[in-house]
């Protein structure tokens, strides 16, 4: 069992920057993959990028490619999501999720087994 952790959303410019932070508790973080999901009103679960345990990474390249980096750090137990110009179409819940696999990026929501709770980011104009 694996407890995640959302921080970092909030209010920002176009243009701008955010980074997200998951903090992850329970046993062995550096097994599970790791993914950050988003959902805007209305929308669907998207998928935005993932990194697997052994720190290959996928992202959702229509949407975010260049311009979104996931990473990891083993020792914190946490992963991260660094998002530079940023678009008011990003605005959305942000989710991170835990894959008890890892072994590759799965970009599929169905494939991961634990959830955090969301954190809101919203993209101002």
């Known amino acids: 069992q694996v407890q995640l952790v959302e921080s970092g959303g909030g209010l920002v410019q176009a243009g701008g920057s955010l980074r997200l932070s998951c903090a992850a508790s329970g046993r062995a973080f550096s097994q599970y993959g790791m993914g950050w999901f988003r959902q805007a009103p209305g929308k669907e679960r998207e998928f935005v990028a993932a990194?697997?345990?052994?720190?290959?990474?996928?992202y959702n390249t229509n949407s975010v490619k260049g311009r979104f980096t996931i990473s990891r750090d083993n020792a914190k137990n946490t992963v991260y999501l660094q998002m530079n110009s940023l678009k008011p179409e990003d605005t959305a819940v942000y989710y991170c999720?835990?894959?008890?696999?890892?072994?590759?990026?799965?970009?599929?929501?169905?494939?991961?087994?634990?959830w955090g709770q969301g954190t809101q980011v919203t993209v101002s104009s």
């Open positions: 990194i697997s345990r052994f720190l290959a990474d996928k």
């Open positions: 999720a835990a894959d008890d696999s890892g072994i590759v990026p799965q970009f599929e929501w169905g494939r991961y087994d634990y």
